[in-house]
């Protein structure tokens, strides 16, 4: 029976002003292994890469990101490695998650060979969740686009916008409130998500300054997604997001929905 592994975090922050480096910042899983001789098994816990990479933008808050879903992972049960180095995308390396995160990502992050990777991992079942600037991201594959269900068109200043769930019972948006105020950068999109996307969450337009979309503005969705499953919130640009008990939830949950937990 493989032992309950052991995840540890170094964080560091990084600046609004320039790109992150493309050293790999990693937190790593230990697993210790005990012989047993029962008959039951305990089923192993998820395994999420974090995958913080930028090639425009560099949010501050990537740091803050790769700490939450750490102890997130620590407090459910799955477990967590943050990397910004895309040689991880091969097919045996992804072979090792069950989900990729694609937190704060920005720009051309993916050559071919791992833009096939990461299609191919999907394609085995897998899960991805896309946090906030993931749709500032791979704007000429076109298979992301799909995957991540929007791409990025702009913002306005950072503001405090009332956002409403949809009512949808998908298991992504469990614990969404019916309607909340929260301060974030709000993204509109280029086009809204297709009609296989399930909205989970929109934005109120009269409450903020700067949307774009109209009454029905996209913010939080899922999808299943050639062969896998895809989860994306706008939320999280903010350090502060991190910290907050709604947005934590919000991520565990669109989290173990991809993983297949959900």
């Not at 740091?63 to 459910?76: D, F, H, K, P, Q």
């Not at 600037?133 to 000429?140: F, G, N, S």
């Amino acid at each position: 029976m493989i032992g309950l592994l052991v995840v540890g975090v170094v964080a560091c922050a990084g600046t609004e002003a320039e790109p992150e480096s493309t050293t790999t910042s990693s937190i790593m899983a230990v697993a210790s292994s005990t012989s047993t001789t029962t008959s039951t098994t305990t089923p192993l816990p998820y395994r999420v890469l974090v995958f913080h990479e930028t090639a425009g933008f560099a949010h501050d808050s990537i740091m803050a990101g790769v700490a939450a879903i750490t102890e997130l992972g620590n407090e459910g049960g799955f477990t967590v490695t943050a990397s910004d180095d895309s040689s991880l995308f091969t097919a045996p390396g992804l072979a090792e998650y069950d989900v990729i995160v694609f937190l704060n990502t920005t720009g051309d992050v993916l050559d071919p060979g791992e833009e096939q990777a990461m299609e191919g991992f999907i394609g085995s079942g897998k899960g991805f969740v896309g946090v906030h600037a993931a749709t500032d991201t791979e704007y000429d594959w076109e298979w992301y686009g799909g995957l991540v269900g929007a791409y990025f068109a702009g913002h306005p200043e950072q503001q405090t916008a009332t956002v409403r769930s949809t009512g949808s019972r998908h298991p992504a948006g469990e614990g969404l409130p019916e309607s909340f105020q929260r301060f974030d950068e709000w993204y509109n999109f280029t086009a809204p998500p297709g009609p296989e996307v399930v909205v989970l969450a929109t934005l109120d337009e009269t409450s903020y300054e700067g949307g774009t979309m109209g009454a029905e503005h996209p913010i939080v969705w899922a999808q299943g997604y050639d062969g896998g499953r895809s989860f994306y919130t706008g939320m999280g640009h903010t350090v502060e997001s991190y910290s907050e008990p709604l947005f934590r939830d919000h991520l565990v949950n669109g989290i173990t929905w991809a993983a297949g937990e959900g």
